[in-house]
């Protein structure tokens, strides 16, 4: 079945560096989406990617879709600590299979 | 507030029990997905109904099942309990059946705890 990995699968970052999770699909994925979940909280909907090699922006977050429509990452910039959580990826058609998930601690 | 209500929010049971974790989804919301979210792991796909029929399952063990009615809330059972199901199980909806799957609502979760 699909397996949708990522990494890392945990990150420490000092606040103000930048951050990364790459997300990689067994299978092409008609679109991926992101969720965040903060620590004990559940998954909150960040953004959905559909064309082949987009590229959107929510202010310090870009999110890059593969032109292979295999891959995915985040990156976020200049980090903070309302940046804590962790980060999945998501895709599929009906069974909608997350990413084994990257944790980012930011130390202040 | 994402709209998807969750009950309980908390269920402490013995092995060998039998449990009932409900979902109301968004109001307008036809899909609703059910994953299992063990102790810092991701989150598991176990099963989706649209407009009451099952769509797609994961992998959902055979002591598990799980209905949508009519009203569009649905229900998740877990039986013959073991330790191991204790897990925080999360519901989400979505507007869509699956084509172009759209934003998935989440609940707060139901943490169940087996002893």
């Known amino acids: 079945g699909q397996q949708v990995m990522q990494i890392p699968q945990y990150q420490h970052v000092q606040e103000g560096e930048d951050f990364t999770t790459y997300c990689n699909s067994s299978t092409t994925l008609s679109n991926i989406q992101w969720y965040k979940q903060r620590p004990g909280g559940h998954p909150v909907f960040l953004i959905q990617l559909v064309k082949s090699g987009e590229v959107k922006k929510q202010k310090r977050l870009t999110f890059q879709f593969g032109e292979a429509k295999k891959n995915s990452s985040l990156h976020i910039t200049a980090t903070q600590t309302t940046d804590v959580g962790t980060y999945f990826c998501a895709g599929g058609y009906q069974k909608v299979t997350f990413g084994t998930g990257t944790k980012l601690q930011v130390i202040p | 507030d994402s709209g998807v209500t969750q009950t309980p929010k908390h269920l402490i049971t013995a092995t060998g029990q039998r449990v009932t974790l409900r979902c109301s989804p968004r109001?307008?919301?036809?899909?609703v997905y059910w994953y299992q979210q063990s102790l810092d792991q991701g989150l598991q796909f176990l099963i989706q109904y649209y407009n009451g029929e099952e769509r797609a399952k994961g992998n959902i063990l055979e002591r598990f099942s799980a209905q949508q009615f009519p009203d569009l809330h649905s229900e998740l059972n877990l039986s013959s309990l073991e330790l191991g199901d204790s897990a925080l199980y999360f519901c989400?909806?979505?507007?869509?059946?699956?084509?172009?799957?759209?934003?998935?609502?989440f609940g707060e979760g139901s943490r169940l705890t087996v002893l």
């Open positions: 109001s307008g919301d036809l899909s």
């Open positions: 989400a909806s979505s507007d869509r059946s699956g084509v172009g799957t759209g934003e998935l609502f």
